[in-house]
């Protein structure tokens, strides 16, 4: 009995097949979770990998003091902000590395209220210590809106919206 095909067609058919197959996968996100502890540029280190919250630029402030902490906490108001709410269990979704090699990442703290969790980035730009870059979801780019209507955080603060906040290629 002849077979129609060789192994030699067949295999080489599969092989194609499976590598198209691969390439048409999207990106496995990996999980992450672990303590977090708050950088004075509002990066996050857990377990000994720098993230980067993802979809965000933080724009350079003055520093300020947290007094109603003893002893009192000094640094950029973004990362005040962030230690008032990440320090402790954080869950992370990795969307790469950026050259520098930090990790970028959406990350969620548990939060009453919240089914999924407080999403750290957005929690920033509510609040007005972050801006949300073009590629971010739609939902950041709202809550930016709202917190430039309302003057909160840098919005509210005088020459700081003057200046460009984050220009296409700089490390954010």
Request: glycine residues 10%; hydrophobic residues 45%.
């Amino acid at each position: 009995m002849k077979s129609c095909c060789t192994w030699a067609d067949g295999g080489r058919a599969a092989l194609a097949a499976l590598a198209l197959g691969c390439l048409a996968l999207p990106a496995v996100a990996v999980e992450f979770s672990g303590l977090a502890f708050v950088n004075d540029d509002a990066t996050l280190s857990i377990r000994s990998r720098r993230v980067a919250l993802w979809g965000i630029h933080i724009p350079r402030t003055s520093e300020d003091c947290q007094t109603f902490t003893r002893p009192p906490e000094c640094g950029a108001q973004a990362s005040l902000a962030l230690k008032f709410r990440a320090e402790g269990f954080v869950h992370c979704t990795s969307h790469g590395k950026r050259a520098d090699g930090v990790t970028e990442a959406s990350c969620r703290v548990d939060a009453d209220g919240y089914a999924h969790g407080l999403d750290l980035a957005a929690h920033l730009i509510e609040y007005g210590w972050a801006v949300a870059l073009p590629d971010a979801p739609f939902e950041y780019h709202v809550l930016e809106r709202i917190a430039r209507q309302t003057g909160r955080g840098v919005w509210g603060i005088p020459g700081v919206v003057g200046a460009p906040l984050y220009a296409p290629g700089a490390p954010r």
